[in-house]
């Protein structure tokens, strides 16, 4: 088993840049840190995926992690049609640590285990709720044709009206950044676990 472990993890791409940790942080890492820390997500044995690569950019990982607070916390979307949208995001953007970190965040709050295969597959999802594939086909057709059309656009007004759906093009646009962060720099998840997106060759 550590050997199949350590098999997987050879196959990875490396983090791009050097971890930092506690004793390392300036006083604006170190702020940020605690920005992250103080806020809705709480503390944790150390920052990793964005968290940690924005400590290279503290002034711009300060304003992240606040607007990024803002969209997963206090948008008028329920979790389950926030964690919808973020998984076909991370879906898209095939980012292995943000399907790690909210898969499971998307199944807690309500979004179908079958669901969350179905995305991460790539398929039209054959269990899923109206609300959810009403989300799912307006994230996937904005990535796309980079524009909504009328009758995707007016599936989703009717259930989140002017600024549910303002509030979700801000979430996708957030997330879309997230993993643009996390594939550039190659954030790492967890060696015992099986990549969840095939690595472009």
Known sequence: MAKKAAKKAAKRPPYRLKHIGDEQMSALQRALRDAIYS?????????????????????????????GAHVRYKT?????????????????????????????????AGVKPATVKDIQAGRVPKQ?????????????????????????YKRVHAFLGD???VELVGICGYYAMISMTLN????????????????PK
């Open 39 to 67: 806020g809705p997500r709480g503390i944790r044995k150390r920052l990793t995926g964005p968290f940690q690569i924005w400590l290279n950019a503290p002034e711009l990982g300060h304003l992240a992690q606040a607007l």
């Open 76 to 108: 008028s979307l329920s979790p389950r049609l926030s964690e919808t949208a973020i998984l076909v995001t991370a879906q898209i953007w095939k980012a292995h640590y943000e399907w790690f970190a909210h898969a499971p965040m998307a199944e807690k």
């Open 128 to 152: 899923a709720a109206k609300d959810e594939l009403a989300i799912i086909d307006f994230v996937k057709e904005m990535y796309k044709t980079r524009r909504v059309s009328d009758k995707t």
């Open 163 to 165: 600024a549910g759906v």
């Open 184 to 199: 550039v720099f190659r954030a790492q998840i967890p060696e015992d676990a099986a990549l969840p997106f095939a690595e």
